[in-house]
């Protein structure tokens, strides 16, 4: 089974500041990795898909990046509603679809 | 619009069974893979169980024999039966639906809790 890792686990920023959250698989997923975000009381909702293609209605402000082992979720310039968990999905061996543990984007 | 309605939650105690039920709107769920995740208070996500469209299933070690996926075409309802519930499995249970193996729809959550 393919474990996803994600760093770091909490990252207390400003609104109007760039994030970075990386998540890294214990083997090759080649660009089969999603991103998600959460919010308290709601259900995930898909940020990203194949690594770097935005899902529908998705801001241009988050990005991601990578490819094997280490991908990169980024947050260009951080609005107040962005404040939330992300975890990363992996779809390369599928199934299980294994989630990293989260990253908790919280404000400073 | 598409739509995704979980129901079937409760408080259970160990050794029970329950099922959940996830009625779709907007889209057709045998024509789509659906699973079903869940997140343990406080916890992470946690994907249970996938069905394809065609009719093949496929499980988390953890709830391998004990929860069996299925759907029903007519009434467009993905299920989720779940039995010899173990304290380990209070979660809330979100179905979603795939597209290119991807959760891109979900529905809002229904919570089980396993209790005595």
């Known amino acids: 089974e393919i474990v996803l890792t994600q760093s770091p686990a909490t990252l207390s920023l400003s609104p109007g500041e760039r994030a970075t959250l990386s998540c890294r698989a214990s083997q090759s997923v080649s660009s089969y990795l999603a991103w998600y975000q959460q919010k308290p009381g709601q259900a995930p909702r898909l940020l990203i898909y194949?690594?770097?293609n935005r899902a529908t209605g998705i801001p241009a402000r988050f990005s991601g990046s990578g490819s094997g082992t280490d991908f990169t979720l980024t947050i260009s310039s951080l609005e107040p509603e962005d404040f939330a968990v992300y975890y990363c999905q992996q779809r390369s061996n599928w199934p299980p679809g294994t989630f990293g543990q989260g990253t908790k984007l919280e404000i400073k | 619009e598409v739509q995704l309605v979980e129901t079937g939650g409760g408080l259970i105690q160990p050794g029970g069974s329950l099922r959940l039920s996830c009625a779709a709107s907007g889209f057709t769920v045998s024509s789509n893979y659906m699973s079903w995740v869940r997140q343990a208070p406080g916890k992470g996500l946690e994907w249970v169980s996938v069905?394809?469209?065609?009719?093949?299933?496929y499980y988390a070690d953890s709830v391998k024999g004990r929860f069996t996926i299925s759907r029903d075409n007519s009434k467009n309802t993905l299920y989720l039966q779940m039995n010899s519930l173990r304290a380990e499995d209070t979660a809330v249970y979100y179905c979603?639906?795939?597209?290119?193996?991807?959760?891109?729809?979900w529905g809002k959550g229904t919570t089980v809790t396993v209790s005595s």
């Open positions: 069905i394809y469209s065609g009719g093949s299933t």
């Open positions: 979603a639906s795939l597209r290119r193996g991807y959760m891109d729809v």
């Open positions: 194949d690594a770097s």
